[in-house]
């Protein structure tokens, strides 16, 4: 890498530490001031710390493509301000030479926020997961490729799906289990929902075992679920999946479809862990036509990072709307994670066409 080329990348990385770093400081002191109170209530102050630190790699991943846009806009306007990329026109540099390491640090950048949500942020919320458990009462389990797990006092639940918006539960097993931990009965249901303050099963196969070892079972009608939470208390259970590797949650899909349970919110999760960090790249190549054109040579900070929020809010706005229509089936999960940034990298190599070299 030559002189230019490892000046540009400097400066470039020097502004999205900088922005990465605020931009996580914004994030936390917000979550800090909103959960004070219940902060404050007889948790010790490590625990309490340890908490919001492990919210840091889950932060990093959401905000780094707006650090990256930052950073590519105030540099370039920098540069263009000071008539650095003049003068390294004029010195006979290809523009598009100047350009390479910003696009080459925001693919890194994509990669490494894909090996960062895949290892380091499932830790994390694991821990944040088993802080809530133990000092703020949340329902506390596991999810794997079948599905949640979670005891309550009434035995052991395995849920294969859990969807809160119509207060329903597919693929439910109960393991009803006794003070000396034997299993006295199992209950078993494809479909339960949230009806006058319970849980009913429509039809539920329920199975009663002796302590001679016998096992009678019945199918039974309108069964009410016993033990198990309201559904505000099971969003803690539901929000395990976020835990899963893409590893894991392709392999709970594949279950969950062999089932024949519909699995299309989970899909489009899935492709998200993938697409999503690729928007760090995307902002990089974004910016760079965005920086040149707008703020030029009079571009200055404030309004680089006005452009940017524009830009990042434009981008969230078209995420959000597509994510809807996968979830309500009107468009397929691949073309609700991928939209969005088919979109924008078709904007932005459109917009670098324009660029005079």
Do not use: C
């Not at 540099?75 to 540099?93: P, Q, V």
């Amino acid at each position: 890498m030559k002189t230019v080329e490892r000046y540009i990348l400097a400066e470039f990385l020097k502004l999205l530490a900088i922005a990465l770093a605020a931009l996580t400081t914004v994030f936390l002191m917000i979550d800090v001031f909103e959960n004070m109170d219940v902060f404050m209530k007889d948790i010790p102050l490590y625990d309490s710390v340890s908490f919001f630190l492990y919210k840091i790699p889950s932060i990093v991943g959401q905000t780094s493509p707006v650090a990256a846009l930052v950073a590519t806009i105030i540099s370039l306007g920098i540069f263009s301000r000071h008539n650095e990329l003049t003068a390294m026109k004029a010195g006979g540099i290809y523009l598009m030479r100047v350009l390479m390491p910003l696009l080459m640090a925001g693919m890194v950048m994509s990669v490494l926020v894909i090996f960062m949500n895949e290892y380091a942020v499932p830790a994390s919320l694991r821990k944040m997961d088993a802080f809530k458990a133990r000092w703020l009462g949340a329902l506390s389990g596991s999810m794997g490729s079948q599905g949640a797990w979670f005891r309550t006092k009434n035995g052991i639940f395995n849920i294969r799906q859990i969807d809160l918006r119509k207060e329903s539960l597919n693929g439910l097993t109960l393991y009803v289990i006794d003070r000396s931990f034997d299993a006295t009965g199992l209950v078993e249901s494809r479909l339960v929902f949230w009806k006058d303050g319970r849980w009913l099963a429509p039809e539920a196969s329920v199975w009663s075992f002796t302590p001679e070892g016998a096992a009678v079972m019945k199918e039974e009608k309108d069964v009410t679920v016993d033990g198990l939470v309201a559904p505000d208390d099971l969003s803690s259970v539901d929000t395990m999946r976020r835990n899963m590797s893409m590893i894991k949650l392709w392999h709970y899909i594949r279950r969950l479809e062999a089932e024949h349970y519909v699995a299309d919110r989970y899909r489009i999760e899935l492709y998200g862990k993938i697409f999503f960090p690729l928007v760090n790249f995307i902002m990089v190549l974004v910016g760079i036509p965005f920086a040149l054109f707008k703020t030029g040579r009079h571009g200055a900070v404030a309004s680089g990072v006005g452009l940017s929020i524009v830009i990042a809010f434009s981008y969230w706005v078209v995420f959000a709307l597509t994510k809807s229509l996968g979830q309500n089936g009107f468009i397929t999960p691949l073309v609700a994670a991928a939209f969005p940034d088919v979109l924008f990298l078709s904007a932005g190599a459109l917009l670098m066409g324009h660029v005079k070299q």
